[in-house]
């Protein structure tokens, strides 16, 4: 969406600049907000009275001290809205409900049958209503909806242009859903979500320059530059796992040859591990716990050979933190050791710290920012609403700028 007109132009970035700082530093007063943001008393108070009208601000307490009553600080209302997050794997989907700053009010994980596009849409749709009764919030407003799944997104955040791992092309599943639920609905790749939610609300909330590693399934890397993701020409930005690893190596999901993650991605560390011990495998962690060699080499390498490529990454990119994410994290230092110890051999400067990332449905959740990221975000897609039913789009342009 492109807003037009120099007034409307400077009264949506007042409005971004307003949110975000509340949203990065919490209550802030009407005098705080100008001082810091530099806009004029005038100005705040316009935008902040906008905002309240809206019911996404609010007005906290005043605190009374010696020397008088303070100014009234404002604060995000971030009760003023529901989001639900679902998140796409090969045979489940991770579900949330959501407040507006993607704290969790339920959670469930829900098989996925099958991968045919309508199916996929039936499931969500139906799961809608569950996830609102399991938040008990069957009176809030629902935000929207957000799906994140591995693959290719357009920037509209509505089609999925390529996903190996559910085989589809051009799979406009964000409508597909619109049409069954009455919300708006955004789709994205899962580690594009997941660095907008971390960007926002998570370990990356002071960077504007971050990265995010996903090692789990797959292995991937998502920018943030400037405070925006950085999402490409094509949305295919951050294929990170794809990168060259072994010359006519093992064949990939991409369906080239010696990728990555062909060898150093969770399940392939996984594989490796049968494979190396002929099925008499116990589990890998466990392995690990006790000290096995080979289960300590396949993971200690899969550090080293991840670290490798992510000091190309940072060289090139030069992030201040790097947030770490996915089932490998779990490994601990047996991966993290490594590949913190190859960085500091291969990056030009003294590497980013790695910031690991513990939280449960962190990735669920980061479907649920797609739904909020439009409140600090006016550049962002509005998502998609069904086309015969217009009130669900009245949700999506009052968390906005207005259109
Ligand atoms: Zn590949």
């Given at each position: 969406m ?5 007034q ?29 943001t ?33 100014p ?16 796409l ?5 991770e ?49 929207g ?5 591995p693959g ?54 002071q ?34 796992g ?18 990555l ?6 399940a ?7 494979e ?12 690990l ?12 390498d ?11 990454l940072?060289?090139?990119t ?11 994290v ?11 110890k190859?960085?500091?051999?291969r ?9 690991p ?29 069904n086309?015969?039913?217009?009130s ?12």
């Amino acid at each position: 969406m492109k807003l037009k007109g120099d007034q409307t132009t400077a009264r949506a970035m007042n409005r971004r600049l307003i949110l975000n700082l509340l949203r990065q530093e919490g209550p802030k007063s009407r005098a705080e907000l100008a001082t810091v943001t530099r806009l004029s008393p005038a100005a705040v108070t316009f935008v902040v009275g906008d905002l309240m009208d809206e019911g996404i601000v609010t007005e906290g307490e005043a605190v009374s001290s010696l020397t008088g009553r303070r100014p009234t600080p404002v604060q995000i209302n971030y009760g003023h809205g529901l989001a639900l997050g679902f998140k796409l794997m090969v045979d489940t989907v991770e579900c949330v409900a959501t407040d507006l700053a993607t704290n969790p009010l339920a959670a469930i994980r829900i098989p996925l049958q099958s991968h045919e596009p309508d199916d996929v849409a039936d499931t969500l749709a139906s799961t809608v209503p569950r996830l609102i009764e399991l938040a008990g919030r069957q009176d809030a407003r629902l935000a929207g909806i957000g799906i994140s799944m591995p693959g290719v997104i357009n920037h509209e955040q509505t089609i999925c242009v390529r996903s190996h791992r559910f085989k589809w092309d051009d799979v406009a599943l964000a409508s597909l859903v619109a049409k069954r639920v009455d919300a708006p609905v955004w789709l994205e790749d899962d580690t594009n979500a997941y660095a907008i939610a971390q960007q926002l609300f998570g370990l990356g909330r002071q960077h504007k320059n971050m990265a995010v590693l996903a090692v789990g399934v797959g292995i991937s890397c998502a920018l943030v530059i400037e405070g925006k993701l950085y999402r490409g020409a094509n949305g295919a930005a951050g294929k990170f796992g794809h990168t060259l690893y072994e010359e006519d190596g093992r064949l990939c999901e991409c369906g080239k040859r010696g990728c990555l993650m062909a060898y150093h991605s969770e399940a392939s560390m996984l594989r490796r591990w049968r494979e190396a011990t002929g099925g008499r495998a116990t589990e890998l962690r466990s392995a690990l716990a006790d000290k096995d060699p080979i289960a300590v080499k396949i993971v200690e390498d899969a550090g080293r050979s991840i670290g490798t490529a992510l000091a190309n990454l940072i060289n090139v990119t030069d992030p201040e933190v790097i947030v770490a994410g996915g089932e490998a994290v779990s490994l601990g230092e047996h991966f993290l050791a490594p590949l913190r110890k190859t960085l500091a051999l291969r990056t030009f400067r003294a590497p980013p710290p790695i910031l690991p990332d513990w939280e449960d449905n962190s990735w669920a959740r980061g479907a649920a920012a797609l739904v909020t990221q439009r409140m600090f975000d006016f550049e962002s897609s509005g998502g998609i609403t069904n086309p015969t039913d217009g009130s669900a789009s009245g949700a999506a342009a009052r968390l906005g700028a207005r259109k």
